[in-house]
């Protein structure tokens, strides 16, 4: 009987011990499904590494999801994507100076290649969403974003007191306005461009020169003030600036709607080709230009057209004290022995012009430095490849032509440019390229039409832009194009520089060098496909376009059918929404199996920002 009652007792405990697990492990999934699955309404703080699945199953889930060819069973949606940290709403992954801390690089600081892209390896990959600050605001359109934003979207205000006295910002409320002002132009960048066009006496005192200056290379542009009131003479410059101690500078040009791009003259060359730009400039940006045997200026050197232009505004400019005597000296000794001229000089500011020809070169005394560049350097090669201390000759073509050959602008945008023949294309084959794009751009904006106004875009991406076209399609749009051109094809940029468009060599297979919340629309015509063959993460590519994008910005993706297919099923995940589908019209049997397919981003907020933002 004892023993009877102790069977009893110890099946009564195992019942109640089996009551209080199921209760337990209830509860977990309760939590777990409030918790997980809308990153939307709760804003998850985990970080999904690349080996883990979005979808329902492990490993092998992610393997199948991440494969266009392999697609997901119909009716499967993806599960929320995590959200990153709030601290991580401005993460720019390839230019992460923790990434720097945590991985110990031995860099040279002196040469500032802690400035320079490092990306993180693909098992420290943040795959999650990068959520906006508390606060965040739909940007104020364009033409007035030029002068004001939303102090919410970039809540970093030491610039203002920081520069206070040079005008760069000022702090109003819930808004930050821009006066104008730079460092070396505290009464305001109109008055400073004029001043440089009257230096080199171009007509009433406007810089463009009747279209024939158009493309402009800003060097340390702080908040790109220089750059936004160069658009109101239809000049486009390229605003860059390091993510160093002034950081958020290319963030607040960005916001301001004014083209910029992240960079640092270190020890690699900028990722533009040769013979881009018709004017450089620098003002006060604090760069030491003798260093390594002259090496920054040749890069400047490099990517100046025949006949362009250094202005450069700098107490060295004036010599007042005896260091700037000593700089300016050597500086002067070197930009002669490099052919540049004085074409003007009045107070701080000099403006040295490069030579239209190779007679100078040719005419040095041997052994003279810095020497001319190998015969077999390509000086449209820039990915990765390291800066050299030598002058790039112009081709022979260029030494006949005595100059770069363009029209001005505006007919630069559609004339032939004379760098085509370099690539194999006839004039026929570009005519016609422009000719497919303008009906493209037309049906796109047909479809956005439903969801935008004149005013909805400002900052346009085009991922893979070949020739250009896409953006000289949009000439009519009151935008600007960042037009990207891949890593590993024919440097077709040069031929968008010289349409007088700006853009940069990158690789999809890495994070682009710009904030979060950047651009407003994007568009991919068969860069998913392209990846893909080169074996990178689409889901990679997705979450890194969703970090650029500005909440309720657009997504065009022109691609294969399985990529669109693809796309969908991570919509959800994403917290996109489809705007319209569409067959491509195929211009070849390639084009047949094309779509295209327009996306809009939701604009959300972690629960961590609804509460800060109470």
């Keep these: 009987m004892a023993r009877g009652r102790g069977d009893g007792e110890q099946k009564k405990r195992l019942v109640t011990w089996i009551v209080v697990l199921a209760i337990v492990c209830g509860c977990l999934y309760i939590y777990s499904r409030k918790g997980g699955t809308s990153a939307l309404e709760y804003g998850s703080k985990s970080l999904r590494k690349l080996g883990s699945s979005y979808l329902g199953g492990e490993d092998d889930g992610d393997e199948a999801s991440n494969k266009f060819g392999e697609d997901l069973q119909d009716g499967v949606m993806l599960k929320s994507i995590p959200v990153c940290d709030d601290g991580q709403s401005e993460l720019i992954p390839c230019l992460d100076r923790n990434l720097i801390y945590q ?36 940007p104020i359109k364009w033409p007035k974003s030029r002068d004001v934003v939303w102090k919410e979207n970039i809540p970093h205000t030491h610039l203002a007191s920081e520069k206070s006295d040079q005008n760069w910002m000022v702090v109003k409320g819930d808004k930050i306005e821009f006066p104008g002002g730079g460092t070396h132009f505290h009464y305001g960048a109109d008055k400073y461009i004029a001043a440089i066009a009257n230096m080199l006496n171009f007509p009433k005192n406007i810089l463009n020169n009747g279209g024939r200056l158009r493309t402009v290379l800003d060097v340390g542009c702080g908040v790109a003030s220089f750059g936004g009131y160069l658009l109101s003479s239809n000049i486009i410059a390229m605003s860059l600036a390091p993510n160093d101690v002034h950081q958020n500078q290319i963030q607040f040009a960005l916001e301001r709607g004014i083209p910029a791009h992240l960079g640092v003259l270190g020890t690699k060359r900028l990722p533009y080709p040769s013979r881009s730009f018709e004017l450089a400039h620098c003002s006060r940006c604090r760069i030491d230009w003798l260093q390594r045997n002259g090496i920054l200026l040749l890069e400047l050197d490099r990517l100046l057209r025949p006949g362009g232009y250094f202005a450069y505004s700098s107490p060295e400019a004036y010599a007042q004290d005896e260091e700037d005597l000593r700089i300016w000296k050597e500086m002067s000794a070197l930009v002669e022995r490099m052919c540049w001229k004085i074409a003007a000089k009045r107070n701080q500011t000099v403006i040295w012009v490069k030579p239209l020809t190779n007679d100078c070169y040719m005419e040095r005394e041997p052994g003279t430095q810095p020497p001319l560049c190998k015969s077999d350097d390509d000086p449209d090669a820039v990915w990765g490849v390291p800066m050299e201390a030598c002058i790039t000759p112009y081709s022979d073509q260029n030494h006949k032509a005595r100059g770069s050959g363009l029209a001005p602008w505006p007919a630069r945008l559609t004339a032939l440019p004379p760098r085509l023949a370099d690539f194999g294309y006839s004039n026929e084959m570009f005519e016609k390229d422009m000719e497919v794009w303008q009906q493209r751009v037309e049906n796109y904006w047909n479809l956005l039409s439903p969801k935008i106004r004149p005013d909805t875009l400002r900052n346009v991406m085009d991922m893979k832009a070949n020739l250009g076209s896409f953006a000289a399609a949009l000439k009519s749009k009151d935008v600007w194009v960042m037009n990207v051109v891949p890593e590993d094809g024919s440097s077709t940029l040069k031929i968008i520089y010289d349409r007088g468009l700006i853009g940069t060599v990158h690789s999809w297979c890495e994070s682009f060098s710009t904030y979060p919340r950047t651009y407003d629309l994007l568009h991919a015509w068969t860069v998913f496909s392209d990846i893909e063959k080169k074996g990178c993460s689409a889901v990679d590519l997705l979450i890194e376009m969703d970090r650029i994008l500005r909440p309720t910005g657009f997504i065009i993706i022109r691609d294969k059918r399985p990529v669109v297919e693809f796309v969908k099923k991570h919509l959800s995940a994403l917290h996109w929404e489809a705007v319209a589908t569409a067959e491509a019209e195929g211009e070849s049997e390639q084009d047949e199996d094309d779509m295209v397919f327009i996306i809009q981003k939701k604009l959300w907020l972690t629960s961590e920002n609804f509460r800060e933002a109470e």
Excluded: Q
């Design 103 to 138: 991985t110990r690089l031995k860099l040279d600081l002196s040469l500032m290649e802690h400035y320079e892209r490092h990306c993180p390896a693909p098992e420290r990959h943040f795959n999650c969403l990068i959520p906006p600050p508390p606060g965040y605001k739909v």
